[in-house]
Nanobody, 121 residues
Framework: QVQLVESGGGLVQAGGSLRLSCAAS????MGWFRQPPGKERECVAA????????YYADSVKGRFTISRDNAKNTVYLQMNSLKPEDTAVYYCAARAGGRATSSRPNEYNYWGQGTQVTVSS
């Protein structure tokens, strides 16, 4: 059982930045997902167990950066140049069965509680 604790959400103006953190109880391949109101959950970024491979959704490439500190079992999502359409509940997730990256929600076994990110125009 991997436990995940997220932090770092909030309200920011368009063009601003936020950094999300996800502390895990053990090391795993991780992903950040978001779910806007009334829409499906989507993967915005993922990082492999080693940290050597990353994935980004096209909508966030060049603006978001995923990274990890394996000594702390913590994954970060640095979000720059935020847009109103980035408004959503953001979730971190962990894969128990693989070390590679994945953008598929059904390949993640454990989920954080979610943190709200609101970008005002």
């Amino acid at each position: 059982q991997v436990q995940l604790v997220e932090s770092g959400g909030g309200l920011v103006q368009a063009g601003g930045s936020l950094r999300l953190s996800c502390a895990a109880s053990e090391r795993a391949s991780m992903g950040w997902f978001r779910q806007p109101p009334g829409k499906e959950r989507e993967c915005v970024a993922a990082i492999s167990w080693s940290g050597g491979t990353t994935y980004y959704a096209d909508s966030v490439k060049g603006r978001f950066t995923i990274s990890r500190d394996n000594a702390k079992n913590t994954v970060y999502l640095q979000m720059n140049s935020l847009k109103p359409e980035d408004t959503a509940v953001y979730y971190c997730a962990a894969r128990a069965g693989g070390r590679a990256t994945s953008s598929r929600p059904n390949e993640y076994n454990y989920w954080g509680q979610g943190t709200q990110v609101t970008v005002s125009s």
